[in-house]
């Protein structure tokens, strides 16, 4: 089959999915930090495209070549990482609305742990896994509640390797921002694999300076 001839009698069927391509690819301007509804939603395109292509493009050979475009389009469209503009957007705007905060919990060497609970109210636990209620004054306390209370974090967990801010965790399975230094990101580096806290890292990935996005179970 010849190009031109594929392409003229498939025009606006061609234009339609390019269309919902690029809905899908434009959604991940969006995606974050609500990674998960957008994530289902962008499967849903994927999956709406290739069922179109099979129903609205006539014989075998136009529809596998479609579907072949499609798939390699969307490889294309995963290259690009556009998820990492509104995730750097987002981590650069959060410390710099909640500077006090970030670096109260980055100097404070034995925190292990901090978590906010609706009964006892803010938790930190120290590196002896117990809760210390003298690591932080009132005031310091107050400053991370509202940091918690105010953003999207859900909890927090530091380690040798650096700082985790959880933002999402559906059973053991989560994801968020980790803020390391130079000689904690030449630490993972040295290592094949690293945990925080129990938690076995599944994702790491550069958002921008010390911060980086990292998925977890």
Known sequence: MKIRTY???NKWKLILILLLLL???GLQLYDFPN????WFLRIGIFLTVIILSLIIIRNWIPKLIT???????SILQGQLNLWKIPTRKYAIELYKDND???NLILQQDSIRRIYNRPLDGLIVENFQYGVDSVL??????????SFIKTTDIIEIEKCEFGVLFIMRRFIDN????FFVTKEQLEKIEKVERF???GYDVTGFSKITNGWYYLSFT
């Open 7 to 9: 392409i003229s009698d």
């Open 23 to 25: 809905t899908k690819s």
């Open 35 to 38: 990674s998960h509804g957008l």
């Open 67 to 73: 579907i072949g475009l499609i798939v390699i389009f």
């Open 100 to 102: 006090k905060a970030i």
């Open 136 to 145: 932080l004054n009132d005031s310091e306390r107050k400053i991370i509640k």
């Open 174 to 177: 989560g994801y968020g921002l």
């Open 195 to 197: 945990r925080i806290n």
